[in-house]
């Protein structure tokens, strides 16, 4: 702000007070600083309704004029970008890292404090590990030993040697350049498509027969391979049931003896005892359609697994289980839709006949290697598209083949 008062213009120098007659110390201001006000030459004379105009006030703000205003960022959040109103004002022009601590401070002290502590555990293990040696000097002249001249490091020299130049030789060889054909053709997009069909062929055809290769080896393999054997497999498969057995001795000992005394004085009641919990990884979430038991292997029996939402249907699972063995299905197929019903073969007690919600019929051999059913209904059969709700197999094999019944709505074929 302009000063409020401006003295006018004074000489350039003031000249001190004279001492009257007979101070000669200069009075009693003797001691006090001599004040000799200085006015430039060029100063503004300002008028008194200058001097007492206020001036508005120049305040400083602690803004970077250089920082950004209009950053963008993206909101995973809402999944869209963002302006970001925050900005950072604050500027660093150095910065270090002291490592200096008060003396009097509790850091430094404590400081202190830890490099004597690891400076008398340094001492007290120096001394623990010290050794007392106490050589005997000799007795002779012979046993004293020679003293050991270092040789001077800076006296020595240098010894060269030079060497043959090896001479270049070049050697070069003409051969006959290979001989050429010229060979001309039209062109044209079918000759292209049959050429790049023809390698696409002959590629499937070296895959194929690579994996055929591949199959055969392993095959080999395996047949050579005690491990893969057939007799191992059952091996494993009797032990595992011993192992079962073993683990569950007292439910398989409840099913064969248990019985309620007490059943005898109800009249049409009866209790039942829950021994086992069949289930499957494959057939979560699915709802169990229909249930036979084996008519010639009385331990085991055939589960379908389908869903009666009949608006969102889903795969179907069929899984053979047998008491042997309760853990996990003796044999598991799968169909493309939900199972609605399933029926053995009455003296083929291999042969499995599954109706499925799409109309489809389909048998399958338990003793079979491969899991495709052995036959399958399909549109040149005149396959309906209704879902077959029951399936019997016919008792009567005069006729030598084996046929079958099923029920579907309103029909039965």
Known sequence: MAPKAKAKEAPAAAEPKQPEPGDEMGGDDYDMPVIIKITPD?????????????????????????????????????????????????????SLDGAILLKDSPEAVEQE???????????????????????????????????????????????????????????GVSTEPPPTTEFCDTVTQWC???????????????????????????????????????????????????????????????????EDRSDDYRDGDGTLLPLWRFASEKAKRKQVTCIRWNPKYKDLFAVGFGSY???????????????KNTRHPEYLYTADCGVCCLDWHPTQAAVLAVGLYDGTVVVHDVR?????????????TNKHSDPVWEVRWNADDSLGTLNFFFRFPQTAV
């Not at 490099?115 to 010290?130: C, G, S």
């Not at 939402?309 to 008491?323: A, E, K, P, T, W």
Request: glycine content about 2%; hydrophobic content about 30%; overall charge negative.
């Open 42 to 94: 060029d100063q503004l004379e300002l008028e008194q309704e200058e001097l007492d105009k206020e001036v508005p006030p120049r305040i400083l703000y602690p803004n970077n004029p250089q920082a950004a205003h209009n950053i963008t960022k993206f909101s995973f959040k809402e999944k869209a970008w963002k302006r970001d109103d925050q900005v950072d004002h604050t500027v660093f022009h150095f």
């Open 113 to 171: 404090e830890i490099l004597k502590r690891k400076k008398e555990e340094t001492t007290k293990r120096e001394k623990a590990q010290e050794v007392d040696i106490d050589i005997e000097p000799p007795q002779q002249d012979d046993e004293i030993p020679a003293p050991n001249t270092l040789r001077n490091q800076f006296n020595f020299s240098e010894r060269a040697c030079q060497t043959f130049k090896s001479v270049t030789r070049e050697r």
């Open 192 to 258: 292209i498509f049959d050429t790049y069909m023809a390698d696409i062929d002959a590629a499937k055809q070296g895959s194929e027969t690579k994996k055929r290769e591949l199959g055969e080896d392993k095959k080999k393999k395996n047949d050579s391979d005690p491990l893969y054997s057939d007799s191992m497999k059952l091996s494993i498969k009797i032990m595992e049931r011993m192992v079962n057995l073993n683990a569950e001795n007292e439910i398989y000992t409840d099913f064969k003896y248990w």
């Open 309 to 323: 939402d009949f608006m969102r249907q889903s795969g179907g699972v069929i899984c053979c289980y047998s008491l």
């Open 368 to 380: 079979a290697k491969t899991k495709k059913p052995i036959y399958s209904s399909t549109v040149r």
